[in-house]
């Protein structure tokens, strides 16, 4: 299984950005899929969570500036991210939690995608 983010870039802040992250491989199903970003000197952090029946969860730093969807048949997840600020800078990543054809679950990363914002 492959997970590949794609959509980041430099934007000024106020700005947006969409992105993009699609799973492949020996995929059954995907159940929950993640955004997390991480700047430097801090941890990961967990900012947006989709079920695959549509319900989503935010972080309060991204709360009504960034929304999550996916589109199950394509097995892509997307993060538009609105009203962007410096502090918003970082490498974004997806986490996707899939069954294989053997009925096993294992949450993938992808490599990341970098987001700077700047002032």
């Known amino acids: 299984v492959q997970v590949v983010e794609s959509g980041g870039g430099l934007v000024q802040s106020g700005g947006s950005l969409r992105l993009s992250c699609a799973a492949s491989?020996?995929?059954?199903?995907?159940?929950?899929m993640h955004w997390y970003r991480q700047s430097p000197g801090n941890q990961r952090e967990l900012i947006a969570s989709?079920?695959?029946?549509?319900?989503?969860k935010y972080a309060d730093s991204v709360k009504g500036r960034f929304t999550i969807s996916r589109d199950n048949a394509k097995n892509t997840t997307y993060l538009q991210m609105n009203s962007l600020r410096p502090e918003d800078t970082a490498v974004y990543y997806c986490?996707?939690?899939?069954?294989?054809?053997?009925?096993?679950?294992?949450?993938?990363w992808g490599q990341g995608t970098q987001v700077t914002v700047s002032s």
């Open positions: 986490n996707a939690e899939v069954v294989d054809y053997f009925s096993i679950q294992y949450g993938y």
């Open positions: 491989g020996d995929i059954l199903y995907i159940y929950d």
């Open positions: 989709i079920r695959a029946g549509g319900s989503t």
